[in-house]
């Protein structure tokens, strides 16, 4: 079976240090890979969309980017952190080639506090 | 604006009772309708997605219902039990060609079910 895997489930940060959250997807091959944010009150956001190795989508302007070293490993990251990147960060998969119908699979979510 | 509207905001039934939650959107063009259900701290997970043609679909005691007419929505839980507890999410894809930004989040409605 698929599972998805993503750590840390907390973090703590100070405000302008480095952010490297990761994502891996067990199961699977050649999976869509997602990275959401969800602020409290509010639907997911989503950050960024890949649907293969080193190819990245992005649309939300920001101080984060990502990246996609193997098939089934997702990197979100930040060279100095902001108060405003606190928040719910999640990462999902979905099956490639599935069509609209494919439901997003996400991993447990990371709490990421920037003091 | 939020092309995707969740009501109530929240709720809190008795173990046991019945309840049933709203989705109004405006995505279009319209391509399927996802309901997932979140725990607290943990990521979404899905219960039930429904394409133009579907009036209803049900997983256990969640029933979704869909008309594509009026752009509505519902989740109906039968004989609600302690482990309803969470939010849900109500999802709305776009018959997009592009994957980039198809899924269009509504704020989620917290349950409570008290005992």
């Known amino acids: 079976s698929q599972t998805i895997h993503q750590w840390p489930a907390t973090l703590v940060q100070p405000v302008g240090s480095p952010l490297s959250l990761e994502c891996t997807v067990e199961g699977t091959s050649n999976p869509n890979l997602y990275w959401y944010r969800q602020a409290a009150g509010r639907g997911l956001q989503l950050l960024f969309y890949?649907?293969?190795?080193?190819?990245i989508s992005s649309e939300v302007p920001q101080n984060l980017s990502a990246s996609r070293p193997q098939d089934r490993q997702f990197i979100l990251s930040s060279k100095k952190l902001l108060l405003s990147d606190s928040g719910f960060y999640l990462c999902?998969?979905?099956?490639?080639?599935?069509?609209?119908?494919?439901?997003?699979?996400f991993g447990n979510g990371t709490r990421l506090t920037v003091t | 604006k939020n092309q995707v509207e969740q009501s109530p905001q929240s709720l809190i039934i008795l173990e046991g009772k019945n309840c049933t939650l709203q989705?109004?959107?405006?995505?279009?063009?319209?391509?399927?309708l996802r309901w997932y259900k979140q725990d607290t701290g943990r990521g979404p997970v899905s219960l039930t997605i429904?394409?133009?043609?579907?009036n209803t679909k049900s997983n256990g005691r969640y029933t979704a219902t869909l008309d594509a007419d009026t752009k509505q929505s519902s989740l109906h839980i039968t004989a609600s039990q302690l482990s309803d507890s969470a939010s849900y999410i109500c999802v709305v894809s776009a018959g997009l060609t592009d994957s980039w930004g198809k899924l269009q989040f509504g704020a989620g409605t917290q349950v409570v079910v008290t005992p």
């Open positions: 429904m394409t133009f043609s579907e």
């Open positions: 989705c109004n959107y405006t995505v279009s063009p319209f391509s399927n």
């Open positions: 999902a998969w979905s099956v490639r080639d599935r069509g609209d119908n494919s439901p997003l699979h």
């Open positions: 890949s649907v293969g190795i080193g190819q």
